[in-house]
C-alpha cells in the first residue's frame, strides 16, 4: 500500500485490508502510566505481585482501554495518508470486544480492514474500518471493533465522480 494515495482512490479500497502497523509492545510501565493518566489501579494491572497470586493471567495485564487507545498509533503508522486531507476525526466505535488479555511484555498489532468510505457533507469523508488487534503468537486477537473516523478536506478538492 502506498504512503499517500488521493481522495478519488479510497473508494476503489473498500472491502481490502489497507493497513497492519508495526508490534508495539505492552510493557508495566506503559500500563502503569496509563493507570496514572485513566486512575485506574485495578490490581491487576498495577501490582504484579499481587496479580500472580491471585489473577487467572499469571502477572498483569493492560487495561482493555489502554489497548483500544492505541489504535491511534497502530493508524497512523500503518494507514496510508489522505492527500487532501486537512484534518482526521475519530467518530468513534460501533462494537467494540476485548477478545483476550494482553499479558504484560506481550506485543500488538493492528489490523485494519476499510469497510466502508461515503461522503458526509461538502468537505468530509466518513470512513468505518474492521480492526483486529492481534497479540504474538496468539490466536485469539486482544480486540475487534468498527471504528469510524471522519476525513476532512477542502471541498474544492472533491472528486467529480463521488
Known sequence: MPREISLRDVKDLV??????????TVDQ?????FGDATLDH???????????????FGGTIA??????S????????????????????????????????????????????LTEARL????????TYDVTVDIENERKPALTAHWITIVQFDPKDRPDDW
Not at 29 to 33: C, E, G, K
Not at 42 to 56: C, L, M, V, W
Not at 78 to 101: A, C, H
Open 15 to 24: 472491502g481490502q485490508e489497507i493497513g497492519v502497523s508495526d508490534w508495539i
Open 29 to 33: 510501565t506503559m500500563i502503569d502510566q
Open 42 to 56: 485495578q490490581f491487576i494491572h498495577t501490582d504484579p505481585a499481587r496479580a500472580a497470586a491471585e489473577s487467572p
Open 63 to 68: 487495561h482493555g482501554f489502554l489497548t483500544l
Open 70 to 113: 492505541l489504535l491511534s498509533a497502530m493508524n497512523f503508522g500503518s494507514l496510508p495518508r489522505i492527500r487532501e486531507q486537512t484534518m482526521g476525526l475519530n467518530y468513534g466505535f460501533d462494537k467494540v470486544r476485548f477478545g483476550s488479555p494482553v499479558r504484560t511484555g506481550r506485543r500488538i498489532r493492528g489490523r485494519f480492514t
Open 120 to 127: 458526509r457533507g461538502a468537505g468530509m469523508l466518513m470512513t
